[in-house]
């Protein structure tokens, strides 16, 4: 009999798999008949689309498939909320591929499936945009002046108000002996894995099943989002995530719109279609960490212990 002590360290049954270069990611996976995806991205922080021609990325050879908002319907296919509460009184989610406007610099506008990642780049510098530029906001405190609006419904910007009270901090307030007050602002950041976003779906059209594999930390709610989405059975939904190259967060924020994009293609073309991310669509349209701002006040008594602490904060 074996025994483990606390803190003894336990070894990693996944390394010797690893070190021989049996790991098995998204990029490894290869199907029989399999297409390749690319995107094309706003290069604007925000602007009107007013023209996009994809005619002649449709005639190129070995191009099978140019996606377009026109093609998903007229809403752009929204994608789902990732959480709801009441207090988020605007929801507002972006769209698989941009309807009227681009808010961001890297959203997707339209999305390419051809014999190659290389035909389909090629593709890319083929279709025709042209773009009316709007106001910018790229702060948390420029955003709620209102002068530029995200979405034009959105007042100042602001999605959702909370108020949460524990205790009775007034009264802690008022018999302080000290109070401090700081101002404390987190920069947003990203999370930069070796191995960036991908997918490989995979439609049967004679089950009418769909399989994916993503590098994702949240599988499970991809499955029941794209069943959701295009009206399958969750049974007939499979989503694998194989070894996944690092994550620190950003790969379980679902939906992104090429897990939406791939599956899509693949239902219409009924064959398997791979889109890798590189790496500076990764600095582009997957997801940063949020910019907070802060206005903290502490109410401490004569020994310095906290009696209470108000917090009246801008979230991203």
Same mark, same amino acid.
């Given at each position: 009999?074996?025994?483990?002590?606390?803190? =003894?360290?336990?070894?990693?049954? !996944?390394?010797?798999? &690893?070190?021989?270069?049996?790991?098995? /990611? $998204?990029?490894?996976?290869h199907r029989p008949g399999m297409l390749h995806g690319a995107v094309l991205r706003s290069q604007h922080a925000h602007a009107r689309i007013k023209r996009l021609d994809v005619s002649k990325a449709r005639e190129l050879e070995g191009v099978h498939l140019v996606l377009t908002a026109a093609d998903l319907g007229p809403a752009g296919m929204?994608?789902?909320?990732?959480?709801?509460?009441?207090?988020?009184?605007?929801?507002?989610?972006?769209?698989?591929?941009?309807?009227? =406007?681009?808010?961001?610099v890297g !959203?997707?506008?339209? &999305?390419?499936?051809?014999?190659?990642? /290389? $035909?389909?780049?090629?593709?890319?510098?083929?279709?025709?945009?042209?773009?009316?530029?709007?106001?910018?906001?790229?702060?948390?405190?420029?955003?709620?002046?209102?002068?530029?609006?995200?979405?034009?419904?959105?007042?100042?910007n602001i999605a959702a108000h909370l108020v949460q009270v524990v205790?009775?901090?007034?009264?802690?307030?008022?018999?302080?002996?000290?109070?401090?007050?700081?101002?404390?602002?987190?920069?947003?950041?990203?999370?930069?894995?070796?191995?960036?976003?991908?997918?490989?779906?995979?439609w049967d059209a004679t089950t009418e099943?769909?399989?994916?594999?993503?590098?994702?930390?949240?599988?499970?709610?991809?499955?029941?989002?794209?069943?959701?989405?295009?009206?399958?059975p969750e049974q007939n939904v499979k989503v694998i995530a194989p070894d996944v190259g690092g994550g620190f967060g950003p790969k379980i924020m679902m939906f992104y719109p090429e897990e939406i994009l791939a599956p899509m293609a693949s239902m219409r073309l009924n064959r398997p279609v791979k889109w890798i991310e590189d790496r500076l669509e990764h600095f582009l349209s997957t997801n940063h960490e949020?910019?907070?701002?802060?206005?903290?006040?502490?109410?401490?008594d004569e020994q310095g212990r906290i009696l209470g602490v108000r917090d009246t904060f801008l979230h991203d």
């Amino acid at each position: 009999m074996t025994t483990k002590m606390l803190g =003894e360290p336990v070894k990693r049954v !996944e390394d010797p798999r &690893f070190l021989t270069g049996r790991g098995q /990611y $998204v990029d490894d996976i290869h199907r029989p008949g399999m297409l390749h995806g690319a995107v094309l991205r706003s290069q604007h922080a925000h602007a009107r689309i007013k023209r996009l021609d994809v005619s002649k990325a449709r005639e190129l050879e070995g191009v099978h498939l140019v996606l377009t908002a026109a093609d998903l319907g007229p809403a752009g296919m929204p994608l789902p909320l990732l959480i709801s509460h009441p207090a988020l009184t605007q929801p507002r989610t972006q769209r698989a591929l941009a309807v009227d =406007e681009v808010r961001y610099v890297g !959203e997707a506008v339209a &999305f390419v499936v051809a014999e190659s990642r /290389y $035909v389909a780049e090629d593709a890319l510098e083929l279709i025709k945009i042209e773009y009316e530029a709007l106001s910018v906001v790229s702060s948390l405190a420029d955003a709620t002046t209102g002068n530029a609006l995200v979405h034009a419904d959105v007042p100042r910007n602001i999605a959702a108000h909370l108020v949460q009270v524990v205790g009775d901090p007034q009264a802690a307030f008022a018999r302080a002996a000290h109070i401090i007050k700081e101002r404390v602002r987190m920069d947003r950041g990203a999370a930069h894995p070796m191995e960036t976003r991908g997918i490989v779906a995979e439609w049967d059209a004679t089950t009418e099943s769909l399989t994916c594999w993503i590098s994702t930390q949240g599988p499970i709610p991809i499955r029941n989002g794209l069943a959701m989405l295009f009206q399958l059975p969750e049974q007939n939904v499979k989503v694998i995530a194989p070894d996944v190259g690092g994550g620190f967060g950003p790969k379980i924020m679902m939906f992104y719109p090429e897990e939406i994009l791939a599956p899509m293609a693949s239902m219409r073309l009924n064959r398997p279609v791979k889109w890798i991310e590189d790496r500076l669509e990764h600095f582009l349209s997957t997801n940063h960490e949020r910019e907070q701002m802060h206005e903290i006040e502490g109410a401490f008594d004569e020994q310095g212990r906290i009696l209470g602490v108000r917090d009246t904060f801008l979230h991203d």
